[in-house]
């Protein structure tokens, strides 16, 4: 079975600019959470769909956005990038949006904001 | 908000010694889950705890969550070079999974 999948892998971007990151789950799962990773920061919670709704949401900015398409796949976007904005952004598939559903995380789109 | 705090944010060891990093939760968690990092790569889950007191063992790995489940721990016993990396805790409680800061653990040889 596929692992999940995040494009692209890296991207470098201009402050003032717009961005759009894409996850592909494990088949079957319905469920895509995305993180914003940084040194000393861990993993902060942006937010979460399931079945293209959002189910839980993050203390972001509303610059940050995501959505959930019909497959499953989903997409964040951030608009307006900030120098702080540079940071990896992990997204994990699920089976179900309960806690105790295990996540499994792609290997991550890495951010630079100049 | 729930929040899990995790404790030490770092630590270095020499290989052969043991490592624990704990777990703490502002409120009562329905479960809870932890995941390592290797450097430069992504969480990969480890496993999961869901009963007051319950103890799970993985080789040198024992994970334990509190009898009150606010409060986890991963223990390893004579660390490897392989364990090295970041080790997070996740609490989980209505419908939502926070991840504490991590434990990077270092080790030498």
């Known amino acids: 079975k596929a692992g999940v999948t995040q494009t692209p892998r890296y991207l470098i971007k201009t402050r003032g600019q717009q961005v759009t990151l894409s996850c592909s789950p494990i088949s079957g799962h319905r469920s895509v959470s995305w993180y914003q990773q940084t040194p000393g920061q861990g993993l902060q919670f942006l937010f979460e769909?399931?079945?293209?709704?959002?189910?839980n949401k993050g203390n972001f900015p509303g610059r940050f956005s995501g959505r959930q398409f019909s497959n499953s796949r989903s997409e964040m976007n951030v608009s307006t990038l900030e120098l702080g904005d540079s940071a990896l952004y992990l997204c994990?598939?699920?089976?179900?949006?309960?806690?105790?559903?295990?996540?499994?995380f792609g290997p991550g789109t890495r951010l630079t904001v100049t | 908000g729930q929040q899990v705090m995790q404790i030490p944010q770092y630590q270095h060891v020499q290989e052969g010694e043991d490592f624990t990093t704990y777990c703490n939760s502002s409120?009562?968690?329905?479960?809870i889950q932890w995941y390592k990092q290797r450097p430069g790569g992504h969480p990969v889950f480890l496993i999961q705890l869901v009963k007051s007191g319950e103890v799970k063992k993985q080789k040198r790995l024992t994970f334990q969550f509190g009898e009150a489940k606010k409060n986890s721990s991963l223990h390893i016993t004579a660390t490897q070079t392989t364990d090295v990396g970041t080790y997070f805790c996740?609490?989980?409680?209505?419908?939502?999974?926070?991840f504490g800061k991590g434990t990077l653990l270092t080790v030498n040889p």
């Open positions: 769909y399931f079945s293209e709704t959002q189910r």
């Open positions: 409120t009562t968690l329905s479960n």
């Open positions: 994990a598939s699920s089976l179900g949006w309960e806690s105790t559903y295990e996540q499994y």
């Open positions: 996740a609490g989980g409680s209505n419908y939502k999974l926070t």
